[in-house]
């Protein structure tokens, strides 16, 4: 009797993984395809062609003594954006790497995707491409939500612990889908 009641409580156990397998799986169906996609986006981004991520152009030299100013660089940046971009885009700089074993600035302005990449030595435009990667790392990661919402973070925060647990969520009743069954006719021998 005690093999017969380990039976149905497995039984039992693998009806409800399976059910809450399946319901989570239809419920978040869509946010695991986004997250999916734009994860795979996201990992072959250097591998485009410079369609998602331009490729990293290399300067004359790493030594920094050798470079123009990051006021002047900067200058020649916001010039440049306007000359060769678009003149009605915003010219604020959100971020700027520096590649110094490159020899290049990268500068990423704010309220668009345009990257404008410099020689640091000599203050040449390299590259001046779009980074689509910023825009698909924001939906991958849900920031895209935040700033639409103005949640300052929050939006993001529930989005990735949730989809982080549904994840977990999924692998623990996956795993007990294909394990269960095993466990279970092994009881029953």
Same mark, same amino acid.
């Given at each position: +009797?005690?093999?017969?009641? &380990?039976?149905?409580?497995? /039984? @039992? ?9 399946r319901?989570?799986? !239809?419920?978040? $169906?869509?946010?695991? $395809?986004?997250v ?7 990992? /072959? ?12 152009? &290399? ?7 050798? %470079?123009? &100013?990051? !006021?002047?660089?900067? =200058?020649? /940046? =916001?010039?440049?954006?306007? #000359? ?9 700089? #959100?971020?700027?790497d ?10 990423? $302005? ?6 404008? =990449?410099?020689?640091? !030595? ?9 980074? @689509? &990667? #910023? ?5 991958? #990661?849900?920031?895209? +939500? ?16 949730? +989809?982080?647990? !549904? ?6 009743t996956? $795993?007990?889908? %294909? ?11």
């Amino acid at each position: +009797m005690t093999k017969q009641r &380990s039976r149905v409580k497995q /039984a @039992r156990i693998l009806r409800i993984f399976r059910k809450i397998h399946r319901t989570m799986g !239809a419920f978040l $169906f869509v946010f695991f $395809f986004i997250v999916s996609v734009s994860g795979i986006l996201l990992g /072959a981004k250097k591998n485009t062609g410079s369609f998602i991520l331009p490729e990293t152009q &290399s300067g004359q030299t790493s030594n920094f003594e050798e %470079w123009k &100013s990051i !006021a002047v660089l900067e =200058q020649i /940046a =916001q010039q440049t954006l306007k #000359d060769s971009v678009s003149s009605s885009l915003s010219s604020d700089i #959100d971020r700027m790497d520096i590649r110094k074993e490159k020899g290049i600035v990268k500068f990423l $302005f704010e309220k668009h995707i345009h990257e404008i =990449q410099l020689d640091g !030595a000599t203050g040449e435009v390299l590259s001046i491409g779009q980074r @689509r &990667s #910023d825009v698909i790392e924001n939906i991958h #990661d849900g920031s895209i +939500m935040d700033d639409y919402l103005g949640t300052g973070g929050y939006f993001k925060l529930i989005y990735s612990v949730g +989809m982080g647990i !549904a994840l977990l969520v999924f692998t623990i009743t996956g $795993f007990w889908l %294909w394990y269960g069954p095993k466990k279970l006719r092994k009881t029953g021998r």
